[in-house]
């Protein structure tokens, strides 16, 4: 039976690693009902069981079953990220003042910003407690690993929240804020899968490198969706970012790129105190299609992609084992949510 939670897009890497998808299944129903007593467990349930990809949780089991190590011992770590990443997502949301997330409601949209912090602060201290059950002989270097990708993800919000105010982002810039808010998450998992396996350092740090590639290219992929996605399947709001003068890789590129009247069409939208939301986002998708900015993200997307292809092929395992890896990574970039 597939999971529901998986899009159709998905259902192949279900196939390859379905018993790890049940795992998890198990492990976040457990938690679902370890902290069912709590104030906030009711929005937490919401989040979780709406689902996502799990795909970090997932890349966190994969990686520890790759090292020949029963990946259950891993699945502390794998919903320690998930949850980590869910209390994320509902203190971005109210930041953002996003309505919808994963095609419903978000937390503070569904019952107010106050509840909605609170849900995620108790959410992280869960991270941390799931954590605490990993075994004693792996558990300092996952919690260290864990405390330094929490910060790194926090300055990644603050670097993107200062990219509002900031006349021009360049796109290292924007690399950098990515990789912090994004993609070194996607490599904490799979390091903290390889460290529970105890996986030689080299191999555990090849992983993590994947990871945050992926990762970049992972957050790519999703600025182009903003603008590019099928309403239906996206979950969210299409041209979202647009709408909020978000600086994504395609808003940055198209302001370096942009010259004359072109340059002019941008600033009128970007300055538009209020604009017609649908009228926006058409002038600036056109802009973006005219300037080839989707063609150029995609590139570099692909740059990305490459690099961590690489990086998988040099870790020394049965290749079998990678398999899944190389099918997850295929599937997030054929993605349409
Ligand atoms: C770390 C203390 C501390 C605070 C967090 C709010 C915040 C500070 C950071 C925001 C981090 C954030 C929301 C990053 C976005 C990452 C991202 C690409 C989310 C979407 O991930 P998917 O597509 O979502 O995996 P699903 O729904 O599939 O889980």
Aim: with cysteine.
């Amino acid at each position: 039976m597939l999971n529901r939670y998986y899009s159709h897009k998905f259902a192949e890497i279900f196939l390859y690693v379905e018993s790890l998808i049940q795992l998890l299944n198990k492990g976040i129903n457990d938690y679902n009902t370890a902290t069912q007593d709590y104030q906030t467990a009711e929005q937490q349930k919401y989040l979780m069981d709406l689902g996502g990809k799990r795909v970090r949780p997932l890349l966190a089991l994969i990686s520890c079953q790759m090292f020949g190590k029963d990946p259950e011992a891993a699945l502390p770590a794998a919903l320690a990220v998930e949850v980590f990443h869910n209390f994320s997502l509902v203190h971005d949301d109210i930041m953002d003042q996003a309505p919808m997330r994963r095609g419903k409601e978000t937390v503070h949209q569904k019952w107010n910003p106050a509840t909605a912090i609170l849900t995620g602060d108790v959410m992280l201290v869960n991270a941390y407690e799931l954590l605490l059950q990993l075994d004693n002989d792996v558990l300092k270097q996952s919690m260290e690993l864990f405390s330094t990708t929490a910060i790194q993800v926090c300055d990644g919000q603050m670097l993107d929240m200062s990219f509002e105010d900031k006349a021009e982002v360049s796109i290292n810039e924007y690399i950098n804020m990515i990789t912090l808010k994004t993609a070194v998450l996607l490599g904490c998992s799979l390091k903290l899968g390889a460290i529970v396996a105890q996986a030689p350092h080299t191999f555990a740090n090849h992983l993590y490198h994947f990871g945050v590639k992926l990762g970049i290219s992972f957050q790519l992929q999703d600025d182009i969706l903003d603008v590019y996605a099928e309403g239906d399947a996206f979950g969210k709001q299409i041209g979202g970012d647009i709408l909020a003068n978000k600086k994504t890789f395609l808003l940055i590129s198209a302001m370096e790129k942009a010259t004359g009247e072109d340059k002019k069409l941008l600033d009128f939208w970007l300055t538009h105190p209020n604009p017609e939301p649908r009228d926006k986002v058409k002038a600036i998708t056109e802009l973006y299609n005219k300037l080839g900015i989707a063609a150029q993200a995609k590139n570099m997307m692909e740059n990305y992609y490459n690099d961590a292809m690489d990086l998988l092929a040099a870790v020394e395992v049965n290749p079998e084992a990678k398999q899944p890896l190389y099918k997850l990574a295929q599937q997030l970039l054929n993605r349409n949510s």
